[in-house]
C-alpha cells in the first residue's frame, strides 16, 4: 500500500508525514550536537568516562523517542483508518434506512389504497342493503308494539350513522378523486369535508397547474395537508388554518399554516423521537418529502405553526 497514495483512504497526509519527520530530525540533531558539546569540553579521562555515560543515556532516550513516536504514528495511521471505515460504514447505512424507510411508506399507502377500496365496495355496501332491509321491515311490520319499533327504527338509524363513517374513513384512507381527478379536487374535497366535521374554516389557495404531477408528488402532497389538518385540530386550538399551494417552474412549494399557540420549546424534538418510533406525524411527512429529494421544514412560535414542503419537479411537470 503506497504510504502517500490520496486514492487509497487507508494512507496518511503527506503533511503529516512530513511533521514528524522535522520531529525525528530535531530530536536528532540535538543528540549529536549535545554529544559533540560534550565531548570538546572533556578535559579529563573522568569527564570524559561521564560525558560517554551521560551520551549513552540520552542516546537510549532519543532511541526511546523514535520507537515512541513510530508507535505513535503508527496508531495515528490505524485510527485514521478506521474513522474513514466508520463514516463510509453510516453513509451505507443511512442510505439502507432511507431506502428501508421509502419501500415502508409505499407499502403503507398500498395497503391503504386495498383498504380503503374494501371498505368502500364490501363494508359500504352491505351496510347500505343493512338499512335497505331494515327500512323494509318496518313498513311491513305495522303490528309490531312501540317499543319494538322504536328499536327497529334506532338499529336504522345507527345501520346509517355507520355506513357514513364507513365512507368517511374510507375516503380518509385514500380518496378516489385523488386517482381520479388529481390533488385539486382531492385537496378541496378534504377541506370541505374537514371544515364540516372540526368547524375550522380553512382557507385554501392554489395555483392552476396545467397537467398532472406524478401520482408519488400527489400522494405526498396530499398526505402533509391531512396530518397538518389534523395536528391543528388536536393540538393548535386554531379556528382557522391556511393552506398554499404554488408551482414554480421546477418546484412545488406546499404551506400549512394555524393560528394557534404554537408548539412549546422541547416538544417539537421530543416529538421528532417519538414519531421515528411510530413512523407516522411530523416524521412521517419529513420522510415523505426526503423520498422525492425535497425540503421539509417547521416554523412554530406564539403566533401559530407553519408547515413548508417543498417538492422539486422536472421540466413540464409544473
Not at 490520496?6 to 540533531?29: C, G, K, Y
Not at 579529563?44 to 542516546?59: C, E, G, H, P, Y
Not at 321491515?137 to 322504536?150: F, G, I, M, N, Y
Amino acid at each position: 500500500m503506497p504510504i502517500f497514495d490520496r486514492t487509497d483512504p487507508r494512507s496518511i497526509d503527506r503533511r503529516q508525514w512530513e511533521l514528524w519527520m522535522l520531529a525525528l530530525t530535531v530530536v536528532f540533531v540535538l543528540a549529536v550536537g549535545t554529544a559533540l558539546l560534550m565531548y570538546s569540553t572533556a578535559i579529563s579521562n573522568d569527564l570524559i568516562v561521564r560525558a560517554t555515560t551521560k551520551l549513552k543515556i540520552f542516546v537510549g532516550f532519543c532511541a526511546l523517542s523514535v520507537l515512541l513516536a513510530g508507535y505513535l504514528l503508527e496508531r495515528q495511521v490505524a485510527t485514521s483508518q478506521l474513522s474513514k471505515r466508520l463514516a463510509e460504514e453510516r453513509k451505507r447505512t443511512g442510505e439502507a434506512l432511507r431506502q428501508l424507510s421509502g419501500r415502508l411508506i409505499h407499502m403503507q399507502d398500498q395497503e391503504r389504497r386495498r383498504i380503503a377500496r374494501e371498505l368502500h365496495d364490501a363494508t359500504a355496501q352491505s351496510l347500505a342493503a343493512l338499512a335497505i332491509n331494515l327500512n323494509v321491515v318496518k313498513d311491513s311490520a305495522p303490528d309490531l308494539s312501540p317499543k319494538a319499533r322504536t328499536c327497529l327504527s334506532e338499529s336504522f338509524g345507527l345501520a346509517e350513522q355507520c355506513s357514513r363513517e364507513i365512507r368517511t374513513l374510507s375516503y380518509l384512507m385514500h380518496p378516489p378523486l385523488l386517482d381520479e381527478a388529481g390533488l385539486d379536487s382531492a385537496l378541496r374535497g378534504f377541506v370541505d369535508g374537514y371544515a364540516q366535521r372540526t368547524g375550522i374554516h380553512v382557507d385554501l389557495e392554489m395555483s392552476p397547474t396545467p397537467t398532472r404531477l406524478p401520482g408519488d408528488i400527489e400522494l405526498a402532497l396530499y398526505r402533509i395537508v391531512q396530518e397538518g389538518l389534523t395536528n391543528i385540530h388536536l393540538h393548535s386550538g386554531s379556528k382557522r388554518a391556511h393552506i398554499c399551494l404554488r408551482f414554480r417552474p421546477d418546484q412545488a412549494v406546499l404551506t400549512v399554516a394555524d393560528e394557534g399557540h404554537g408548539i412549546p420549546p422541547g416538544v417539537l424534538e421530543r416529538g421528532w423521537r417519538r414519531d421515528a418510533k411510530r413512523g407516522i406525524g411530523i416524521s412521517g411527512m419529513r420522510e415523505r418529502i426526503r423520498q422525492l429529494g425535497g425540503q421539509f421544514e417547521i416554523l412554530t412560535g406564539t403566533n401559530g405553526t407553519t408547515l413548508t414542503a417543498i417538492v422539486m419537479l422536472r421540466e413540464g411537470q409544473a
